[in-house]
């Protein structure tokens, strides 16, 4: 989600790492920044795609079904991405395989606990209060506000990981949170209580917090020695038996959908699960976060004009300002962090 997307080194997007297994080599040339700009973009408008999807899916159907929906695919379609890459890796391996896997350090099975926890917080609750602020405030205002999980992921990869941060996350922090207020208040007064908090900002703001407690759950089991593609599958079976289990003890959101409606919820699952986190992967293995950064940083802006031009939501010059601050502030705070 990221709004979906979760960093370089703390998983991006709503879910962590996908289906690919690890970094590829930089290529640092000319050739290899082109392509990985391009890759970039190519992720900011799957995302945004997806998210156009999904307001239209939420208006009709409970945020409870489409996040089911949602994780359901992607696990599906990543895990059998996984197979398919382990079976023709196993045949170019053939023998020598079992010989090189000698060398590699054992993978730490006790860490993979962080992975499930993951699970629950990032692709269950993350999404579905994701989903839910996106239904009340629209997509624009959701993922202009969501954004911020990376400055969240900072924050706690700083208490709790011990990392080492920037003076920038001082001027940051502050400066998103205004951002956040502005975009916030674009359409009721700050003094109408009520309208405030039912606006979707307490969803979009929780689950912020949640697509950075995620991704900070996953490089915590990382840097522990659990292994990254045991790790992903950890992750979405354990969002996926929870969300098999509310649907059972409550199917009456999914019965009520058509098949239609599924297929559109399992392609915005796609794009944004699959799709937009492959071109991101590629995009970041090819050069550096700093050299993308700006193009990632125009998808709340992509969000909100193709929502205003498709949706017919409305943006004001408080609102402009609003997501013009949060995301500059976003950009200039991990760049210097990275």
Known sequence: MAARGEGSSTARNRTGA??????????RDAEGFRRGRACMALYVLS?????????????AAPPAAVTSIEVWTTAA????????????????DGAGSAVKAEGRPAARTIELWHFAAAGLLGPVTGTHSFLTAMRL???????????????????????????KGSWRLAIGVPASLVGILLISTQQQSLSDV????????PWAVLASLCFAGSSVLIRRGLS?????????VVQYLTA???????????PAPLASLGLARIGMIMCAGVLAGVVAMGFMYRALAMCPISKVMLISASYPAIVNVLSWAFLGESVTVTGIVGILLVTSSCVWTQVEND
């Open 194 to 201: 009520s309208a405030f908090l039912s606006s979707g900002l």
């Open 18 to 27: 996908r289906f690919l297994d690890g970094p590829l080599p930089l290529e």
């Open 224 to 232: 522990r020695g659990a292994d990254q593609g045991i790790g992903f």
């Open 47 to 59: 995302n945004s795609a997806a998210n156009m999807i999904e307001r239209v899916a939420v208006a």
């Open 240 to 250: 996926s038996i929870l969300l098999a289990a509310r649907a059972a003890a409550d």
């Open 137 to 163: 405030g629209g997509v624009g205002f959701t993922v202009a506000i969501v954004q911020t999980w990376s400055l969240w992921a900072i924050l706690m990869g700083i208490l709790l990981l011990k990392e």
């Open 77 to 92: 379609v990543s895990i059998l991405f996984r197979w398919v890459q382990a079976r023709l890796q196993a045949r170019a």
